[in-house]
């Protein structure tokens, strides 16, 4: 039905750029709300940023302005991008899908490895 899947993923040093990718399949990209959630090892998974259907965007305290999330509802992808990275950006990040009514999906993830 829907799957989502993420790219852009790698290995940067600090202070570097990645844009991460997630392409959706189906109809309801555009009646959804997209947000990006990052995991590290060891640790619970965390909201990075979500963008709603009406285009708000809410992101977590430790983006400080760091990070942009943005959504093509005609190519169904949101993009997250993320500059001045840190080490401790070092995680899995996830695609998240929500609709109203408690039905999410995930993607597979992809790593994001920040280190000298």
């Known amino acids: 039905q829907v799957q989502l899947v993420e790219s852009g993923g790698g290995s940067v040093q600090p202070g570097g750029s990645l844009r991460l990718s997630c392409e959706a399949s189906?109809?309801?990209?555009?009646?959804?709300?997209m947000g990006w959630y990052r995991q590290a090892p060891g640790k619970e998974r965390e909201l990075v940023a979500v963008?709603?259907?009406?285009?708000?965007?809410k992101y977590a305290d430790f983006v400080d302005g760091r990070a942009n999330i943005s959504r093509d509802n005609v190519e169904n992808t949101v993009y997250l991008q993320m500059d001045s990275l840190k080490s401790e950006d070092t995680a899995v990040y996830y695609c998240n899908l929500r609709l109203f009514g408690g039905i999410e999906y995930w993607g597979k993830g992809t790593l994001v490895t920040v280190s000298s």
């Open positions: 963008v709603f259907i009406g285009g708000v965007k």
């Open positions: 189906g109809s309801i990209f555009g009646r959804s709300v």
